[in-house]
């Protein structure tokens, strides 16, 4: 099939993703399209292939079949670096900060790399590092820093590259309940900007806030796909992912 | 205070120390003890070149000692059998390093693992050193490579002719010192430009580095050549300096076990680190020479106590050196 191109292409295409370990299916013909400006919610339960999906799309993993187009593109055979710099960036689930540099340098490297001039890259520093309520933390070590206030790092430092695209792996896990609101503030803003964003969420309140399309993994295959609140309302997802046997019987 | 560039505001107390080194030879012309500094400062910048790598980097490798002794090598063949000048040969040693520097590290970008990473540089060293023992009728193997020239009398003004013969301790001194206060220079600025802060993001995750849209090629190429770039070019110093060559010597795994004791006492990742571990084990070691048989188990005590006492080197420690600033941005 020839790939959309130009204006028409959407933001970021996934057809037939595979990715096979030792025989397992972690990743199995997966089809996904998110549209320009749009937040599209992946869910599914633990071993779903949501995060081997991600490394996929990021470039973090070779598929064993399929293709992955970034407005069009097809940049399957594309490195992680290349991706980004092309507009597609990302976060982890388990957060990967610069431990010896400061939350300002952290952010500093993305705008850097992009190929800002020094003192640009300082003011985008400042500037985003404030967007994601950092600013007091801004001289702090990336080690010393709390659960939620990494996962506020990694969303500056994943903007810091300009992306049209943004993966965000969990983005409220493992996140004391009162920092939820805050973070949940900080995607939305950054979905008003443009930015397409594709979210991998365990908790469905905060899913169903961020995204309006759901898409459910199970065993690496797409269940369903739509609306989010139909398809967290579908009785196949409650019985596999909240495990409410009652609603598919 | 701000005419002076970034990387030297960042570390006064450093630049403060190089400058005291260097005035050494206004207080005592005694041989020995510019001898035993001398040998300090090469083992700084060797240790320097050995830390840009793995301590800013994260490139663990363990083959360093093989890029001084090409640099060493290259340059004291070439000015014997070529008859040009040190001052011209050093460079040749420098870049033949460098060259090898980047050769190794293609295959070496490959390997993730840093025990494997470890083993395979180490390996590359071995086989460096074993074919230059081999290599009798160019390098005299372990017998020794004598005949080396010093580096040829260069002419200063208002002091005439300055020589840097084995009778002229002083003035090789200030030679070698030039060579420290250039090397830590050049690093200072390196490690707090954009590059610098890139490399040291590699270090800390390059998973992460990578998703910021870095090429981990481009920057742990580029790392890995300047690095052996300065490496070969300190052996070709040391060359000119020691006047003799043998493949343990400037090849051994010795070196490289001297290079990890200086680094890691000094401060693994700091730009002081270096010269600090070096002009304390340099120094202590000759100055236990008093304690005879027992000389190696007090060195051996030595660096246990600050293992213990400082484990991330006496460059952290805030009472004696002050904090060693990473922050590249801070200083602009």
């Known amino acids: ?249 | 205070m701000r005419l002076l560039p970034a990387w030297l505001r960042a570390s006064p107390r450093l630049w403060s120390g190089v400058a005291l080194l260097g005035l050494v030879p206004l207080i005592t012309r005694d041989a020995y003890v510019l001898q035993v500094l001398s040998l300090a400062m090469i083992w700084a910048i060797f240790a320097s070149s050995w830390n840009l790598a793995v301590g800013y980097a994260g490139l663990k490798t363990f083959g360093h000692q093989a890029f001084f002794g090409i640099g060493a090598y290259v340059s004291a063949l070439s000015a014997m059998h070529g008859g040009l000048s040190p001052w011209v040969t050093m460079w040749f040693g420098a870049v033949a390093a460098a060259v090898v520097g980047a050769l190794v590290c293609l295959p070496l970008l490959r390997i993730r693992s840093l025990p494997h990473l470890a083993i395979v540089t180490l390996a590359f060293a071995e086989i460096v050193r074993i074919l230059c023992s081999n290599l009798v009728d160019l390098t005299r193997g372990e017998l020794g490579l004598a005949g080396i020239p010093p580096f040829t009398p260069l002419s200063v003004p208002g002091l005439g002719l300055v020589s840097f013969g084995p009778a002229d301790r002083a003035s090789t001194f200030v030679l070698i010192w030039s060579c420290l206060a250039a090397s830590l220079a050049f690093l200072g600025w390196l490690v707090r430009s954009r590059t610098g802060l890139i490399i040291q993001a590699i270090r800390d995750s390059q998973v992460a580095a990578e998703s910021l849209g870095v090429s981990l090629t481009r920057y742990k190429l580029f790392t890995l050549t300047i690095s052996a770039f300065l490496a070969g070019a300190v052996g070709a110093v040391y060359a000119h300096f020691v006047l003799v060559l043998t493949p343990t010597s400037a090849l051994g795994i010795a070196l490289m076990v001297q290079m990890t004791a200086i680094t890691l006492v000094g401060g693994i990742g700091t730009l002081q680190g270096p010269l600090i571990g070096s002009l304390v084990l340099t120094v202590s070691a000759e100055g236990l020479r008093m304690a005879g048989d027992h000389r190696m188990l007090a060195f051996g005590v030595l660096i246990v106590l600050v293992v213990l006492f400082a484990p991330r080197g006496l460059a952290r420690l805030d009472l004696l050196f002050g904090r060693p600033s990473q922050a590249a941005g801070a200083a602009r």
């Open chain 1, 1 to 249: 099939m020839a790939a959309n191109s130009g204006e028409d292409a959407p933001a970021l295409e996934a057809r037939g993703l595979s990715k096979v370990f030792g025989g397992v299916h972690a990743v199995d013909a997966m089809d996904l399209t998110v549209g320009r400006g749009e937040a599209v919610g992946i869910i599914g339960p633990n071993g779903a292939g949501k995060t081997t999906l991600f490394n996929l799309l990021a470039g973090s993993l070779q598929p064993t079949g399929g293709q992955v187009l970034l407005r069009g593109a097809d940049i399957t055979s594309w490195s992680a670096d290349r991706r980004c710099r092309s507009g597609l960036a990302r976060t982890f689930q388990v957060t990967l900060p610069f431990d010896d540099l400061t939350v300002f340098e952290n952010v500093l490297v993305g705008a850097l790399v992009r190929g800002e001039t020094w003192a640009a890259a300082e003011r985008l520093a400042i500037e985003l590092i404030e967007h994601v309520g950092l600013s007091h933390a801004a001289a702090r070590a990336g080690s010393q820093l709390s659960t939620g206030q990494r996962k506020r790092l990694e969303l500056a430092r994943a903007l810091s590259t300009s992306p049209s695209v943004l993966l965000l792996d969990e983005v409220t896990g493992g996140v004391d309940q009162a920092s939820v609101p805050g973070l949940i503030d900080v995607v939305r803003r950054i979905g008003q900007t443009g930015v397409s964003l594709v979210i991998i969420e365990h908790n469905m309140t905060v899913i169903q806030e961020l995204a309006t399309r759901l898409v459910f993994m199970h065993q690496g295959r797409k269940i369903a796909e739509g609306p989010a609140g139909e398809v967290a309302a579908r009785r196949d997802v409650r019985a596999l992912y909240l495990g409410e046997h009652d609603a598919a019987a």
